[in-house]
């Protein structure tokens, strides 16, 4: 019995030794330019060295000896950045190999059925398939009756604490509230969330920004709640997010060309004191104000979308369900230099925007629309620099966590490296040559040949 044990254990470390003997001592990516998102300026010719799903070092090449069973790779010429994290997203499961073939390796899950989007995240960070980590709300807690059947309903404030606590119980990593919370439940529902530590954010529509971040919101979803709290009559604002849905959405997309500058610097203003963090989700605005331009259909990221699934979006239902004329388009395209107005004047007094795109609803593409909201936020105003900062860092602080979104030793090694510069043009952002997932190196190519 004893011979056996030796036996056993002789044979084990003669294993284990096999192992180290040929198992290789991580990867070096060396020679490219460095952004790694804290701010800092760029590092030129370094050296960043991961070893399994974390960085352990990024340094100038100068001196640089790798050990004898490091893999190597050259990635001189080249620009090394954070992955990117969506920060509004509706995940759905065919979407996962396109946000990591579009660089994106975080998403922040803002609505889905409560069980399956649980467990997507359960089993997509549990490990095992190449996807990006989710961070998700579970479902969104709406009023009653809800805008979409899988939300939790909030009837009124017992029921907004309830909901809260079906999430803190389901486990949910934050809370997303709808247009139909209004203040007092609000108040309820963020009275409760304190008491969990449960992050909570929203897409307003019975209350307006400022109210809702007085009872300590802490995150807004595209921007708002901004004309509501900006304008002088907001009563027919509230008048049509009663009515329905879309009439809310029209009145409140709309409502941007109505405010007056001094208004929104003052809502600008006092949310960034607040510390509040926007989710502008320009490529939304962008996208819907031009519904009714035929690029719109014909755009080549589409081709990344399952046929079924565009069929599934069926925009056409969707304008005819919303009552959307060409008017109204060419009023939401009317709104666009006050949204953007916004967007500078709240980063002006020191405000937090992180880049989220709301794919994959109707012509929103997974992973693709991300590069799309870093372009419009450069567009808005945004130095590239603070644009990468939105989806990389801004987004990280959003979700609460600081072992994604910059790049540094002891930080998850989720990174891209580009071909060219995304400093000089945001565009470049899409020039993806490979996608570092957790440690693990993809050439983008193969990543984009599943579909
Ligand atoms: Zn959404």
Redesign the pocket.
């Known amino acids: 019995m004893i011979l056996r044990n030796t036996l056993a254990l002789i044979l084990g470390l003669a294993l284990l030794a096999a192992c180290a003997e040929r198992a290789p001592e991580g990867v070096a990516l060396v020679g490219a330019t460095v952004i790694d998102g804290t701010g800092r300026p760029p590092l030129r010719d370094a050296v960043v060295v991961v070893r399994g799903n974390r960085i352990a070092s990024i340094a100038p090449r100068a001196g640089f000896e790798p050990p004898r069973r490091m893999t190597v790779v050259d990635v001189s010429g080249r620009w090394i950045i954070p992955g990117l994290i969506d920060a509004?997203a509706?995940v759905e499961r065919w979407a996962l190999p396109r946000y990591v073939a579009f660089g994106v390796t975080s998403l922040r899950s803002?609505?889905g059925r409560m069980d399956s989007a649980l467990a997507l995240r359960d089993e997509v960070n549990l490990g095992g398939t190449a996807a990006p980590r989710i961070w998700s709300a579970g479902a969104m807690i709406d009023g009653v009756p809800p805008t979409w059947p899988d939300a939790l309903e909030a009837a009124d404030e017992r029921g907004g604490r309830r909901a809260i606590d079906t999430l803190v119980a389901a486990g949910a990593d934050f809370a997303k509230l709808y247009t139909r919370i209004d203040s007092r439940r609000m108040r309820a529902i963020l009275d409760e969330a304190r008491t969990f530590g449960l992050p909570v954010s929203a897409?307003l529509g019975l209350t307006d920004a400022l109210t809702a971040t007085s009872l300590g919101l802490g995150a807004i979803?595209h921007m708002s709640g901004v004309p509501e709290a900006a304008a002088r009559d907001p009563e027919r604002y509230y008048a049509a997010h009663r009515q329905n849905f879309f009439s809310g959405w029209t009145a409140f997309e709309r409502g941007w060309a109505d405010v007056d500058s001094a208004s929104l610097h003052r809502v600008a203003r006092v949310l960034a004191e607040r510390g509040t963090i926007l989710v502008p989700?320009m490529v939304l605005h962008d996208t819907y104000s031009r519904l009714d331009d035929p690029a719109i259909y014909t755009d080549d990221a589409l081709s990344a979308v399952p046929r079924p699934e565009i069929e599934r979006w069926n925009t056409s239902e969707m304008i005819q369900r919303a009552g959307w004329t060409t008017e109204d388009f060419a009023d939401f395209r009317k709104s666009r230099p006050n949204q953007e107005l916004f967007l500078r004047l709240f980063r002006a007094e020191g405000g937090v925007i992180a880049a989220g795109t709301?794919a994959s609803?109707q012509q929103l593409v997974p992973g693709a629309s991300e590069h799309r909201e870093l372009e419009l936020l450069v567009q808005a105003g945004l130095p590239p620099e603070a644009a990468l900062a939105a989806a990389t860092r801004n987004a990280a602080a959003l979700l609460g966590v600081d072992s994604i979104g910059t790049l540094g030793a002891g930080r998850v090694a989720d990174l891209l490296v580009l071909s060219a510069d995304p400093l000089r043009d945001i565009r470049n952002t899409r020039s993806i040559e490979y996608v570092m997932l957790r440690g693990t190196l993809y050439p983008a190519d193969s990543l984009r040949a599943g579909w």
């Open positions: 509004h509706h803002v609505h897409h979803e989700t709301d609803n």
